[in-house]
């Protein structure tokens, strides 16, 4: 199994910028996919971005490409989520999520962490 914990979230006004980051534990010997999510009250979670084990390889969602980035250091094991030119609508709870395996996907991840409230203030 694998412990997420994320950090980072806060209140900041559009325009603005923002650094998530979520810390693995437990079995992180192992190769495994992680992104992050996002959900908003009364809605379905929402993918976000996906990276692959090495980092080579990662696939945005199309509202956020371009003002989001994100990253992986596998030494720290630690996710990082890179947040730029915020807008009010990106505010949302933001959950990491990892699955075991190389693949690269948007949903069915076994692995969650409890979530970092980013609320972005027009």
């Known amino acids: 199994q694998v412990q997420l914990v994320e950090a980072g979230g806060g209140l900041v006004q559009a325009g603005g910028s923002l650094r998530l980051s979520c810390e693995a534990s437990?079995?992180?010997?192992?190769?495994?996919?992680m992104a992050w999510f996002r959900q908003v009250p009364g809605k379905e979670r929402e993918f976000v971005a996906v990276?692959?084990?090495?980092?080579?390889?990662?696939v945005y969602a199309d509202s956020v490409q371009g003002r989001f980035t994100i990253s992986r250091n596998n030494a720290k094991n630690t996710l990082y989520l890179q947040m730029n030119s915020l807008k009010s609508e990106d505010t949302a709870v933001y959950y990491c999520a990892a699955d075991f395996g190389v693949a690269m996907k948007r949903n069915n991840f076994d692995y969650w962490g409890q979530g970092t409230q980013v609320t972005v203030s027009s």
């Open positions: 437990g079995r992180t010997d192992y190769r495994y996919t």
């Open positions: 990276i692959s084990w090495s980092g080579a390889s990662t």
